[in-house]
């Protein structure tokens, strides 16, 4: 066992789908000086061997035993302090295996200083960071800015540390000067390394009413101390108490500020050209020397039963075996050829029509140009020939999905708290509740419970045969201009090899499918327009509050004026009165989802006095208390999204994936700069103010999490109280 030991407690998790397997095991070892830059790198590349992917030797002794649901929420190697850590590990697991989990680190750790790694896994690796090099995302700067933080802000050699091409080259020649150079530093800072820590944290009932007792002293000695000091400084607290809440209350002038006009912005959308030959759209981009695909299947023919399962199809179609090929070797050879094989849910909006929706799946990967037909082969492998026949390979994979999206809810409680007031107004959202929500959680919860897997086996067969149709599938590809013609002819072939013998070639499939038309809210509803109140009892010391109303599609011309709305309640009224009076850590309004105007707050103590100011916001936008000062604000901060970069690979996604064409575009950016003071006013007032005549303007509903409430248990006849999911 290692030396070091720390024990904590935490609160029980309700949603673990084991009661008895509530413990997190973390070990860390300290690394070298960050300062040492070539040293890190390496140890980086080693810590990634170790932990990360199915053909790891962490991911064999560890995920592949289920003696736990997944690794900690830290894991591999931490870069950001002086000097560097690595920490591994297991959460989901019974306190009695604690010693096992050690040992099982332990002996892995000598097997890897025994025997290092394949040549192919490290090959992979260096792949990777190659690929990764040449990959542009939209955050390029902030993601350099604070790779290099912990360096500059410790006097490291920054120029040194983005030499990566550099180390990678000294990386080769030190491994083929020294056979056993890995093992030796496994050895080194791994094996013989006595600076290190097992940390492990319990469940216990009593934590949070420990917690709250040493609280509760904590401010009773503040206040203590308070009454007991002289009149003087009681009151200079006094002062300094009215002087906060006067600044609270001041109106900010920022016109001193140096800031852009909406009439320093372009009029005019920058317009994305697409190339469409049968099913496959293409658009030319400066990619750099990398290709990107997507192929999107439609899924309107999957039944009741099988939409629940889907969320969980996407993540493990990429990952398990194929009958031809065991889910190691395939992923080797997905690390050595792409970025990554993925695939996602889609629901996507009718930009006309709410009562229509398109439900499909997407599979996405990107390559160096001169790996594109071994990424085509490896689809074409997993489309014709994926298997979910391996349970303990199954097993492991969800018991993993399970943790991770469970602990997702305390980092994005608003988020489910949005989703689930939601889905009470649209089929759509409903949808996607089922997919990605609370509903989606206890499912997964559910499913991990399992003791017979053989339906979970069955229906994601079933829903791989009903997915992957060649019939009802449309491609997209991003590449530069001289790979145009080659990866045209590769696309080409792998669609005539993909589609059956008897189908002489593909066709596009309807961008929408109608859905039942949503039946009129108001039937539902109380006289404010309220379809649901629910409240969630989660074990979190703060609230998530979120509330949803319907409104328009993306082409009405409200949805833009919506938008701009938004943006200025966000800035001008909730942020004041949520986070700085309310002492949330965030609130606001979001208006850029189609057919929803929704309100929120993210960690927030006053969950109630929210949902009030909630409707005050609402009041104070339908009585127009705003300056066009205010206005000009909201349209930047809305064209901030709005002309945010767009990544060589997303270009003509909008199109591709929602049917936005630019023309769409357009119009709604014209829509957001004609926005005057009288179109915010008359859409608070027909959208948030009270309920329409049409059944649907004016419905919400509205959703929290968060520990038990008293004064929501006293007016139950309003909420709905869930103590379970």
Same mark, same amino acid.
């Given at each position: 066992?290692?030396?070091?030991?720390?024990?904590?407690?935490?609160?029980?998790?309700?949603?673990?789908?084991?009661?008895?397997?509530?413990?997190?095991?973390?070990?860390?070892?300290?690394?070298?000086?960050?300062?040492?830059?070539?040293?890190?790198?390496?140890?980086?590349?080693?810590?990634?061997?170790?932990?990360?992917?199915?053909?790891?030797?962490?991911?064999?002794?560890?995920?592949?035993?289920?003696?736990?649901?997944?690794?900690?929420?830290?894991?591999?190697?931490?870069?950001?302090?002086?000097?560097?850590?690595?920490?591994?590990?297991?959460?989901?697991?019974?306190?009695?295996?604690?010693?096992?989990?050690?040992?099982?680190?332990?002996?892995?750790?000598?097997?890897?200083?025994?025997?290092?790694?394949?040549?192919?896994?490290?090959?992979?690796?260096?792949?990777?960071?190659?690929?990764?090099?040449?990959?542009?995302?939209?955050?390029?700067?902030?993601?350099?800015?604070?790779?290099?933080?912990?360096?500059?802000?410790?006097?490291?050699?920054?120029?040194?540390?983005?030499?990566?091409?550099?180390?990678?080259?000294?990386?080769?020649?030190?491994?083929?000067?020294?056979?056993?150079?890995?093992?030796?530093?496994?050895?080194?800072?791994?094996?013989?390394?006595?600076?290190?820590?097992?940390?492990?944290?319990?469940?216990?009932?009593?934590?949070?009413?420990?917690?709250?007792?040493?609280?509760?002293?904590?401010?009773?000695?503040?206040?203590?101390?308070?009454?007991?000091?002289?009149?003087?400084?009681?009151?200079?607290?006094?002062?300094?108490?009215?002087?906060?809440?006067?600044?609270?209350?001041?109106?900010?002038?920022?016109?001193?500020?140096?800031?852009?006009?909406?009439?320093?912005?372009?009029a005019n959308i920058q317009c994305c050209p697409v190339l469409v030959d049968q099913n496959v759209q293409y658009c030319v981009q400066p990619t750099? @020397?990398?290709?990107?695909? !997507?192929?999107?299947? %439609?899924?309107?023919? =999957? *039944? +009741?039963?099988?939409?629940?399962?889907?969320? #969980?199809?996407?993540?493990?179609?990429?990952?398990?075996?194929?009958?031809?090929?065991?889910?190691?070797?395939?992923?080797?050879?997905?690390?050595?050829?792409?970025?990554?094989?993925?695939?996602?849910?889609?629901?996507?909006?009718?930009?006309?029509?709410?009562?229509?929706?398109?439900?499909?799946?997407?599979?996405?990967?990107?390559?160096?140009?001169?790996?594109?037909?071994?990424?085509?082969?490896?689809?074409?492998?997993?489309?014709?020939?994926?298997?979910?026949?391996?349970?303990?390979?199954?097993?492991?994979?969800?018991?993993?999905?399970?943790?991770?999206?469970?602990?997702?809810?305390?980092?994005?409680?608003?988020?489910?708290?949005?989703?689930?007031?939601?889905?009470?107004?649209?089929?759509?959202?409903?949808?996607?509740?089922?997919?990605? @929500?609370?509903?989606?959680? !206890?499912?997964?919860? %559910?499913?991990?419970? =399992? *003791? +017979?897997?053989?339906?979970?086996?069955?229906? #994601?067969?079933?829903?791989?045969?009903?997915?992957?149709?060649?019939?009802?599938?449309?491609?997209?590809?991003?590449?530069?201009?001289?790979?145009?013609?080659?990866?045209?002819?590769?696309?080409?072939?792998?669609?005539?090899?993909?589609?059956?013998?008897?189908?002489?070639?593909?066709?596009?499939?309807?961008?929408?499918?109608?859905?039942?038309?949503?039946?009129?809210?108001?039937?539902?509803?109380?006289?404010?327009?309220?379809?649901?109140?629910?409240?969630?009892?989660?074990?979190?010391?703060?609230?998530?509050?979120?509330?949803?109303?319907?409104?328009?599609?993306?082409?009405?011309?409200?949805?833009?004026?919506?938008?701009?709305?938004?943006?200025?309640?966000?800035?001008?009224?909730?942020?004041?009165?949520?986070?700085?009076?309310?002492?949330?850590?965030?609130?606001?309004?979001?208006?850029?989802?189609?057919?929803?105007?929704?309100?929120?707050?993210?960690?927030?103590?006053?969950? #109630?006095?929210?949902?009030?100011?909630?409707?005050?916001?609402?009041?104070?936008?339908?009585?127009?208390?705003?300056?066009?000062?205010?206005?000009?604000?909201?349209?930047?901060?809305?064209?901030?999204?709005?002309?945010?970069?767009?990544?060589?690979?997303?270009?003509?996604?909008?199109?591709?994936?929602?049917?936005?064409?630019?023309?769409?575009?357009?119009?709604?950016?014209?829509?957001?700069?004609?926005?005057q003071g009288s179109h915010l006013q008359h859409s608070a007032i027909k959208y948030l103010s009270s309920p329409g005549d049409d059944g649907c303007?004016?419905?919400?509903?509205?959703?929290?999490?968060?520990?038990?409430?008293?004064?929501?248990?006293?007016?139950?006849?309003?909420?709905?109280?869930?103590?379970?999911?």
């Open positions: 066992m290692f030396q070091n030991r720390v024990e904590i407690t935490c609160r029980p998790e309700p949603m673990s789908h084991d009661p008895d397997k509530q413990t997190t095991l973390a070990v860390s070892f300290m690394l070298a000086d960050i300062r040492d830059v070539y040293e890190s790198f390496v140890l980086n590349i080693i810590s990634t061997l170790l932990v990360d992917g199915e053909t790891s030797p962490f991911y064999h002794s560890l995920l592949e035993a289920n003696i736990g649901s997944d690794y900690p929420p830290v894991v591999g190697y931490q870069g950001e302090t002086r000097n560097a850590y690595f920490t591994i590990g297991l959460q989901g697991i019974h306190s009695k295996d604690c010693d096992k989990v050690e040992q099982i680190i332990k002996e892995t750790l000598d097997q890897a200083a025994s025997e290092g790694f394949e040549k192919k896994r490290i090959e992979a690796l260096l792949h990777r960071i190659e690929l990764t090099q040449k990959h542009q995302t939209t955050n390029f700067g902030l993601n350099l800015a604070l790779a290099v933080s912990s360096v500059w802000n410790h006097d490291g050699n920054v120029v040194d540390f983005l030499q990566t091409s550099s180390h990678v080259q000294k990386f080769r020649e030190d491994l083929k000067k020294y056979p056993n150079f890995i093992q030796q530093k496994i050895e080194q800072h791994f094996k013989n390394n006595t600076h290190q820590l097992t940390l492990v944290m319990s469940p216990d009932c009593q934590h949070q009413q420990i917690q709250a007792s040493q609280e509760h002293q904590k401010l009773q000695k503040v206040i203590t101390h308070m009454s007991d000091s002289d009149p003087q400084h009681q009151t200079s607290l006094i002062m300094q108490a009215e002087e906060l809440a006067s600044q609270q209350n001041k109106k900010v002038d920022p016109s001193c500020l140096p800031t852009i006009k909406v009439e320093d912005l372009d750099n @020397g990398v290709t990107y695909f !997507k192929a999107l299947f %439609d899924g309107s023919l =999957l *039944n +009741d039963h099988q939409v629940d399962y889907l969320s #969980l199809f996407c993540n493990l179609v990429t990952r398990m075996s194929t009958s031809k090929t065991g889910y190691k070797d395939l992923s080797q050879r997905i690390e050595m050829t792409t970025g990554g094989l993925e695939a996602s849910y889609l629901v996507s909006e009718d930009p006309s029509d709410l009562n229509r929706h398109q439900l499909g799946v997407v599979f996405s990967s990107y390559c160096l140009d001169k790996n594109i037909p071994e990424m085509l082969t490896l689809w074409q492998e997993i489309f014709n020939l994926v298997e979910f026949e391996d349970e303990g390979r199954l097993v492991t994979l969800i018991q993993m999905c399970a943790a991770d999206l469970a602990n997702s809810i305390v980092n994005s409680g608003h988020s489910f708290a949005m989703m689930d007031a939601a889905s009470s107004l649209l089929k759509t959202n409903h949808l996607k509740q089922r997919l990605q @929500g609370l509903r989606q959680v !206890k499912f997964m919860k %559910d499913v991990a419970q =399992l *003791n +017979d897997f053989t339906q979970v086996k069955n229906t #994601l067969q079933e829903i791989a045969k009903v997915i992957i149709d060649a019939k009802r599938v449309r491609y997209a590809v991003n590449t530069s201009t001289d790979r145009l013609a080659a990866v045209s002819l590769s696309m080409q072939k792998f669609v005539q090899e993909i589609l059956p013998p008897e189908t002489p070639g593909g066709h596009q499939w309807g961008q929408f499918n109608l859905t039942d038309n949503i039946k009129p809210l108001s039937a539902s509803s109380d006289q404010q327009g309220c379809v649901a109140r629910n409240f969630y009892t989660m074990p979190f010391s703060v609230h998530f509050a979120g509330q949803a109303y319907r409104t328009v599609p993306y082409n009405h011309l409200d949805f833009a004026r919506l938008r701009v709305l938004a943006s200025l309640m966000s800035s001008k009224f909730l942020h004041k009165e949520i986070r700085e009076k309310g002492g949330a850590y965030g609130g606001g309004a979001s208006g850029h989802t189609p057919g929803l105007f929704q309100l929120y707050s993210y960690r927030d103590p006053k969950c #109630l006095e929210t949902v009030t100011c909630f409707k005050e916001a609402i009041d104070w936008a339908a009585q127009g208390s705003f300056s066009q000062g205010d206005i000009e604000e909201a349209k930047l901060s809305v064209f901030q999204k709005l002309d945010m970069p767009i990544a060589p690979s997303n270009k003509g996604m909008s199109l591709f994936l929602n049917g936005i064409t630019d023309e769409m575009r357009q119009t709604h950016r014209q829509t957001v700069l004609d926005v303007h004016g419905y919400h509903a509205t959703t929290i999490l968060g520990p038990e409430n008293s004064l929501l248990k006293e007016s139950q006849s309003k909420w709905t109280i869930n103590t379970t999911l």
